[in-house]
Antibody
Framework: EVQLLESGGGLVQPGGSLRLSCAASGVTFSSYAMNWVRQAPGKGLEWVSAISGSGDMTYYRDSVKGRFTISRDNSKNTLSLQMNSLGAEDTAVYYC????????????WGQGTLVTVSS | DIVMTQTPLSLSVTPGQPASISCKSSQSLLHGDGKTYLYWYLQKPGQSPQVLIYEVSSRFSGVPDRFSGSGSGTDFTLKISRVEAEDVGFYYCMQGIHLPWTFGQGTKVEIK
């Protein structure tokens, strides 16, 4: 059974930084691309970033380019999202999602971690 | 970015009755590889999204056969043949042909 467990969320001031992690189990982690998808309170889903199974390809939505960095450690079955220069618009539940299909299209989702950007 | 538009945004259904959700994309989701990259997810109350349908009409593992997907090009439909209480939540379509992946606004399904 695929399990994804996010951590690292919390309250951060505008302009601050936060690092999210996602621990995967029940799957050969390095074989699959991973995503971060966020959901602002009471809103819909917004894809944020993705990374290939090997980690050599990364993708970002325009609004986070230059501020967020996705990475993975396949030896530890862990996905990360380093978030810098955070603003109120980044407040959301962040889900990691594993892609079993070709490309990075999300399949299995974690339970999410809440990031709140507020002074 | 590809815009995904769902209708209706809210649906109240009597148990045992059918339900249908429409999803339209701002451009064709037919890829040069012959596949159409349209997905349906259900987010039950207090839970993370779970995939129901991939590539328009393929049910994901464990998804009941009362869920079906259809469509082509830019117009797609999710149908629930007989709604059950456990089907409540928000339904989202997503295009997977061009990054950034984009989702519809979501359709809230409630039980009458």
């Amino acid at each position: 059974e695929v399990q994804l467990l996010e951590s690292g969320g919390g309250l951060v001031q505008p302009g601050g930084s936060l690092r999210l992690s996602c621990a995967a189990s029940g799957v050969t982690f390095s074989s699959y691309a991973m995503n971060w998808v966020r959901q602002a309170p009471g809103k819909g889903l917004e894809w944020v970033s993705a990374i290939s199974g090997s980690g050599d390809m990364t993708y970002y939505r325009d609004s986070v380019k230059g501020r967020f960095t996705i990475s993975r450690d396949n030896s530890k079955n862990t996905l990360s999202l380093q978030m810098n220069s955070l603003g109120a618009e980044d407040t959301a539940v962040y889900y990691c999602a594993l892609a079993i299909w070709t490309g990075t299209r999300p399949t299995y989702w974690g339970q999410g971690t809440l990031v709140t950007v507020s002074s | 970015d590809i815009v995904m538009t769902q209708t209706p945004l809210s649906l109240s259904v009597t148990p045992g009755q059918p339900a249908s959700i429409s999803c339209k994309s701002s451009q064709s989701l037919l890829h040069g590889d012959g596949k159409t990259y349209l997905y349906w997810y259900l987010q039950k109350p207090g839970q993370s999204p779970q995939v129901l349908i991939y590539e328009v009409s393929s049910r994901f593992s464990g998804v009941p056969d009362r869920f079906s997907g259809s469509g082509s090009g830019t117009d797609f439909t999710l149908k629930i043949s007989r709604v059950e209480a456990e089907d409540v939540g928000f339904y989202y379509c997503m295009q997977g042909i061009h990054l950034p992946w984009t989702f519809g606004q979501g359709t809230k399904v409630e039980i009458k």
